[in-house]
């Protein structure tokens, strides 16, 4: 696997890569979490923008310009919001994750950050969460391996260390 797979403590509204992911609403109107951080740091004009994209649905994702942020685009995508399991949660994560790197890819993206998509507000277990996060990546690449970087932002220590736990799993 030539790109490379990374995990960090952080506020992904600093990262300097290509590209940050956003855990939006399907509004995209803005939010709190990562949502509120985002569009506090890119300033008004990612809310004007967002305005015109009509919306995103649950496992969907949308681009837009980064403007005050470093990242040249944020990639706003809806996770599920977390009921139990049983209502297609899991597939729904792993194609916020699998979109997200398609429509990153369709704009030349070669360094990208995700914050844990659905673990704050719509209370996805985190241990749950990375598995998918990282299995969606993993297999991504297997077939479209065409980027520098993947980055996961994680904001907490807690997130921090099931990641650590989980890329020694999967010896990433
Ligand atoms: N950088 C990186 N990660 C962050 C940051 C940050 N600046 N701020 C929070 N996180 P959440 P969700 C982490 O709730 O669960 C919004 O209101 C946070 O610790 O932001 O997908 C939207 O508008 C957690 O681990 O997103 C939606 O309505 C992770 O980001 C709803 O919340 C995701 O937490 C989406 O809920």
């Not at 990282?134 to 994680?154: A, N, P, Q």
Request: hydrophobic share 40%; glycine share 10%; with cysteine.
């Amino acid at each position: 696997m030539k790109t490379k797979l990374t995990y960090i403590l952080g506020d992904i509204t600093t990262v300097r890569v290509d590209a940050i992911v956003n855990a939006a609403n399907s509004s995209l109107l803005g939010g709190g979490g990562v949502d509120g951080a985002i569009h506090r740091a890119a300033g008004v004009e990612l809310l004007a923008e967002c305005r015109t994209l009509g919306g995103c649905k649950t496992g969907e994702a949308k681009v837009t310009r980064g403007y005050k942020v470093p990242a040249k685009f944020v990639i706003h995508t809806v996770g599920p919001v977390w009921h139990g399991g049983n209502f297609n949660e899991a597939e729904l994560l792993s194609s916020c994750y699998r979109n997200s790197l398609l429509l990153a890819q369709s704009v030349d993206v070669k360094t990208i950050a995700f914050p844990a998509i659905s673990c704050g507000v719509y209370g996805y277990p985190i241990d749950k969460a990375t598995t998918i996060a990282l299995e969606t990546v993993i297999k991504f690449l297997k077939e479209r391996d065409e980027f520098d970087e993947i980055t996961f932002v994680c904001f907490d220590q807690e997130i921090l260390e099931v990641y650590r736990k989980i890329f020694k799993k999967y010896r990433v």
